[in-house]
Structures are given as structure tokens and as C-alpha cells.
């Protein structure tokens, strides 16, 4: 059988975990005469220093936990020990406030200038450097995780000054180092635009300043006395800029004036256009000119006598179907002078651009030109030449055309070409008709191979044939018309 027993004290023994259980198993034997008490054994309990020494590790391993995680967190956003960018100790710090750091300390650097001197700072001098890229690359190359990045050498800062600011805090301070410069001017000189050439001032030198102040700041020191380098201040507005507007503004008087096409028909003298014109300087040192419309006025006003006219008739010698041969008198247009309300301002603007051509607004009227179709006609029937302009006879006289055995060849011919002296010759080994040498032929045209209108000297008979196929007359009449026909003039010879 089998017995239970349990605690005196225990509350349940249906509570496992609240009492521990001893089993005594006895072989079934003879019945006894005596009875005998159940033997009891109760578990031993926990002990309890064990379970202190447990809690006692929670309780102290936690927070030297927390302290090892924190140094891993902190090594891997902080810069190494030892640290210095530009003079400035940045080790244990985060690039954040590094960059901070960086940034007060340029600022409150002081520097003396020269001995006894006034003072200016970083601030004073709008002094920069790119402080958050330092701090990001000191911690990039230098975290605090790489022990071998400790106490690296220093890092230099490259600094740069502002220009305009740094200039007003050295000139307020030390005035003396300055001497204002002259920029150069342009003005007339009663032909030309001429300039007075700019003349340099004196300043302090900045890049000295720089170098001095890095060299300050890289070595830790918060103050600094610095040699004071005089340097040449150039005026904003130089000789070269002056001179070129000189340049531009005496190209414009070269041919300034009003235009009708390529005509200059109004010029403007040098100093009147001069006078309209004002050369300056911009505060960037730019020089620009202006025209004062006001001043352009009063030519403006007096166009309309400068460039109105009437037409000037023309003639032309024409042939037969109107071909111009020959203009005898030049034709002019006529032109009357188109709206010029805004010519002033208008021009004044264009000068300013530098264009000094202004295209007058005109109607143009053009000429009427006469026209005279000539035609030199001959009848050899009743030997003779008449002069016809436009169809009508205004001279005629008598000639001496081609004998029998070399006749004058009729048709339409046109002249070819003037002579107003040859030898004529021929020669034939066979008819002695055709040897001749007549020199000192004068006012010769010829219309057909080698026939011709020309002079004739060496006879008088006139109104009779003579020649070998020219047509001849007196060198005075022959002159009259070698001076009326162009070539290309039309000449008819008939029966």
C-alpha cells in the first residue's frame, strides 16, 4: 500500500506546488502482532542565498550593460579625441556641434592692426569658412570609433572674407590706408570724344588680411596683431572701359544724320550731335550713352525744308520698241517728308544703342522723263538723210551713198559702234576699184559689216552717189548726228 502524508502546516494538500510528497512502498508480509508507525520524509527546501545572488546580478548587470551600449552608440557619432580643425579642439563633440563651434570662434577672432592699432574681428570682416563641411569631413575621416584617428594632426580651414564688408570695417577702422580713386571720364573736346584716363587710390590689401587671419586661426589664437600691406584700389569705371565708349560714341558722329535710303540727306555736324549726347558711368563701372530728345528737336523741326522737293524731269533716247538707249538728262525723284512726331525720341534711343543712322519716314514721287525715239533714215532714191524723233523729221540733208558697182545695202540696221577717226583701205590684186587709202576719216558709225554713216572731205557732191558703199557727208553734218545717235539707235536705208 501505498501512504501520503503531508506537512502539519500546509493549507492543502490538494496544492501540488504548496507541499512536497514522501512515498514509503511495503511488501505485502505475514500479519504482525504489533503495529508499526508510517515513515515520514519531507523535501528539503530551496535555499534561499541562491536566489539573492541571482536578483543581485539583474540588478547590477543592467545598467553596466547600459553604460557599454551607450559608449558603442556614442563612438559611432562622435569625432575622435584630440581633434582640431582651424585651431579649434572638436574631438568628443558631434559634427552638429562642432560645426558651431567652428563658426563662434572665427567669428570672435581679433585682429590688431599693426601695433597699437584698432581692432576688428571675424565678424567685423564677414569672415567664412565652410564650417559644416569641415566638421562632416573631420567626423568622415575621424569618427571616435577609429582609434587609430586620435589626436590626428590639425585640420586646416580655408577662409574667405567678404569683400564689400571686410573693405567697410578696414576703411572705418583704420581710414588713413585709404585714398579714393578717380574713375576715368568721358567728355567732347570740341571735335572728338576724348577720355581722362582713371587714377588708382590705395587700400588695405584683403588677400593679406586672409592669409594673416588663417594663419591666426589655425594656431589657436583667439587675438592677433597683423601687418597692415597697402595695396592700389582701382576706380570701378577704368580707362580701357572709358575708351572704348569714347570709340563708339566718335563712330556715331562719323556719319550721324538723317537718312532717306543711303542718302545722308540731313547731315549733323560733330558738335551739334555731341551736344546731344551725355557719356556716364554706372556704379558697376559700365559707361553708357544717352541722348536728350529735347536737344534733337529743333533739327527734327527743320526736316521738312531739308528733304522736301519736287520731282526733277529726265530725258532717255530710246529705239524703235522703247529700249532705253541713252539718258540725255538725269531724272530726280521727289519726296515729301512722312510723320516725324516721334523722330526726336525715337532717335535719341537709337543713339543710345549706338546706331547714329536715322531712316526718315518719305513718299516718293518719281520723275517724268521725256522720251525720244530716234531713228536715222536715208533715201537712196533721192540721196538723202533725215534725222526723226519720235516719227517726226527735225533735220535732214543731202548724202552720197554707194555707186553702181558697190552699192548701199538697204534694210533695218542698228549702230554698232563709233569711230571719230580711221584710215579707211582696200586692196584688191585683181580690180583696182577696190585699192584705195583714204586716212583722216572722221565721225564714223558703223551700222552693216563695213559699211558707215561717216564724214566725207575730199569731194563736195553731195546729193549724188560716190562712195563704195558708205553712206557720206559733210564732217559737220556727220558730227551732228555721231554726237545725237547712241549705238544701238536705229538707222533705215531704202530706196
Known amino acids: 500500500m501505498t501512504d501520503v502524508a503531508t506537512k502539519p502546516d500546509a493549507e492543502g494538500a490538494s496544492d501540488p506546488s504548496s507541499s512536497t510528497l514522501a512515498t514509503t512502498t511495503q511488501e505485502p508480509s505475514a500479519p504482525a502482532t504489533t503495529a508499526q508507525a508510517p515513515t ?9 542565498a541562491k536566489k539573492t545572488r541571482k536578483r543581485l546580478w539583474l540588478w547590477i548587470g543592467v545598467p553596466v550593460a547600459l553604460v557599454a551600449a551607450g559608449a558603442v552608440a556614442a563612438s559611432l557619432v562622435l ?7 582651424a585651431g579649434v579642439p572638436v574631438g568628443l563633440q558631434t559634427s552638429g556641434a562642432a560645426t558651431d563651434a567652428i563658426d563662434q570662434r572665427l567669428a570672435q577672432a581679433t585682429l590688431t592692426l599693426g601695433d ?27 569618427p571616435m570609433w577609429n582609434l587609430t584617428q586620435w589626436f590626428g594632426e590639425p585640420i586646416d580651414a580655408p577662409i574667405t572674407l567678404d569683400e564689400e564688408k571686410a573693405t567697410a570695417a ?7 590706408a585709404y585714398t579714393e580713386p578717380t574713375a576715368a571720364t568721358v567728355a567732347f573736346n570740341g571735335t572728338s570724344f576724348v577720355v581722362t584716363p582713371a587714377v588708382a587710390g590705395t587700400g588695405i590689401d584683403l588677400d593679406s588680411i586672409t592669409r594673416q587671419l588663417h594663419d591666426a586661426f589655425a594656431s589657436g589664437a583667439q587675438a592677433s596683431t597683423v601687418t597692415v600691406d597697402e595695396t592700389s584700389v582701382e576706380p570701378v569705371a577704368d580707362t580701357a572701359a572709358a575708351q572704348k565708349a569714347a570709340d563708339g560714341a566718335n563712330a556715331m558722329l562719323a556719319n550721324v544724320g538723317f537718312y532717306v535710303g543711303d542718302e545722308r540727306t540731313v547731315p549733323v555736324d560733330a ?47 530710246t529705239d524703235a520698241e522703247g529700249t532705253v538707249l541713252e539718258t540725255t538728262t538725269p531724272g530726280a525723284d521727289g519726296r515729301t517728308l512722312g510723320d516725324v512726331s516721334t523722330a526726336a525720341s525715337d532717335f535719341a534711343k537709337q543713339l543710345g544703342q549706338g546706331n547714329g543712322v536715322y531712316e526718315l519716314p518719305v513718299q516718293v514721287t518719281p520723275p517724268a522723263m521725256a522720251t525720244s525715239a530716234r531713228m536715222i533714215e536715208v533715201d537712196l532714191g533721192d540721196q538723202m538723210l533725215y534725222m526723226k524723233e519720235n516719227g517726226a523729221v527735225v533735220d535732214s540733208w543731202p548724202i552720197s551713198s554707194g555707186v553702181a558697182e558697190s552699192p548701199t545695202t538697204t534694210g533695218h540696221f542698228t549702230v554698232q ?21 583714204v586716212p583722216n576719216v572722221q565721225w564714223i558709225m558703223y551700222y552693216y559689216g563695213g559699211e558707215a554713216l561717216h564724214g566725207v572731205y575730199w569731194h563736195n557732191d553731195f546729193g549724188n552717189p560716190r562712195s ?27 530706196e
Not at 559702234?417 to 587709202?437: E, I, K, L
Open 40 to 48: 515520514v520524509q519531507w523535501a528539503p527546501a530551496e535555499p534561499a
Open 79 to 85: 569625432i575622435a579625441p584630440g581633434t582640431s580643425v
Open 116 to 142: 597699437g592699432g584698432p581692432t576688428v574681428t571675424g565678424a567685423d570682416l564677414g569672415a567664412t569658412v565652410d564650417a559644416q563641411a569641415l566638421a562632416d569631413s573631420a567626423f568622415g575621416d575621424r
Open 170 to 176: 578696414l576703411r572705418e577702422a583704420l581710414p588713413s
Open 271 to 317: 558738335a551739334t550731335a555731341a551736344g546731344w549726347l551725355t557719356v556716364t558711368s554706372d556704379a558697376s563701372g559700365a559707361f553708357t550713352v544717352t541722348a536728350d530728345p529735347a536737344k534733337i528737336q529743333p533739327t527734327v523741326d527743320a526736316l521738312a525744308a531739308a528733304v522736301n522737293r519736287p520731282p526733277v524731269n529726265g530725258a532717255v533716247i
Open 417 to 437: 559702234s563709233h569711230y571719230d577717226v580711221q584710215t579707211m583701205t582696200s586692196s584688191s590684186a585683181t580690180d583696182d576699184y577696190w585699192n584705195y587709202d
Open 468 to 494: 563704195h558703199g558708205c553712206v557720206g557727208m559733210p564732217n559737220w553734218r556727220a558730227k551732228q548726228i555721231y554726237d545725237w545717235m547712241p549705238n544701238g539707235g536705229d538707222v533705215w536705208i531704202h
